[in-house]
């Protein structure tokens, strides 16, 4: 097993889990800084929405999971603050990003769903990334398999858990990730071909699809009424995205980019 310790600052521990989530920030940060002046807004948006709503975003997260465990931290309420056991749940800290998104428009008077577009590929571009956090605290995974050959040996060997070979959940959403972030990226600058609003509405839709379809496939994630927490979510997202676009075409709004701009 890889050791989930990256290194040591003296009585200070980074940990890879921790790394992964600050590249990914890193990388949506630098790809937002770059589109924000096709949008009429500055890097120095960027920053200041970034240095607000990170830490904001990382407290719901782990508050999200809490909430839907409970029972468990009630009678363990020191391992709320625990986080480096595991239990940050990325639909925790997009909901809390998005409602600080939305504070901070209004505060800037900047349109929201040009901050939606710009944040997006970002966004997935993060998870993908930060996916790798899970595979190094050998969490998000699924059921047990005889074997895992399709696989180079440093992951067959990190997902070999309780003495079963798992199926890689953290690597699959990985690559949906990285493969909506790939798609999105070649058609947004496209002349008239998106509207406004469609690149936050086809993260949704991708992520929301992409992510019913893997966390079936986990063993270790929350369950309500009959399914996985993040799947009544993944859902919710996908019918949002898809109304969103069918209500954008019908009222004509403004393509995403043109030419001109």
């Not at 929405?49 to 029972?71: E, H, M, N, Q, S």
């Not at 809390?96 to 901050?115: C, P, Q, S």
């Not at 969490?139 to 070999?160: D, R, S, T």
């Not at 997202?237 to 009222?251: D, K, N, Q």
Request: aromatic letters at 16%; proline letters at 4%.
């Amino acid at each position: 097993m890889m050791d989930p310790i990256a290194f040591h600052f003296g009585p200070i521990v980074i940990r890879w889990y921790s790394l992964c989530i600050v590249t990914g920030m890193v990388a949506a940060v630098w790809l937002a800084m770059r589109e924000a002046p096709r949008k009429g807004m500055t890097s120095d948006d960027i920053i200041d929405f970034i240095l607000i709503a990170f830490p904001l975003a990382i407290v719901g997260a782990r508050l999200y999971y809490v909430a839907f465990d409970w029972d468990y931290y009630a009678s363990n309420p020191l391992e709320i603050l625990a986080t480096w056991h595991g239990g940050i749940a990325i639909y925790g800290a997009l909901l809390t990003g998005v409602a600080v998104m939305l504070i901070f428009a209004h505060w800037r008077k900047i349109i929201v769903y040009d901050f939606l577009d710009i944040a997006a590929p970002g966004v997935m571009l993060a998870q993908s990334l930060g996916r790798w956090g899970n595979f190094f605290n050998q969490e998000a995974y699924g059921k047990a398999v005889v074997h895992l050959n399709y696989l180079p040996k440093f992951i067959q060997k990190q997902m070999y858990i309780e003495g079963n070979y798992r199926v890689p959940t953290f690597l699959y959403e990985s690559l949906w990730n990285l493969l909506g972030f790939a798609i999105i990226m070649s058609l947004r600058h496209r002349p008239k071909l998106l509207r406004r609003g469609e690149v936050a509405w086809f993260y949704l839709i991708w992520y929301g699809c992409g992510r019913f379809i893997i966390e079936g496939l986990r063993t270790d994630s929350l369950m309500w009424g009959g399914l996985r927490v993040s799947q009544w979510l993944s859902a919710l997202l996908v019918l949002v995205g898809i109304a969103m676009t069918i209500h954008g075409r019908r009222i004509g709004r403004q393509p995403y980019y043109q030419e001109t701009e």
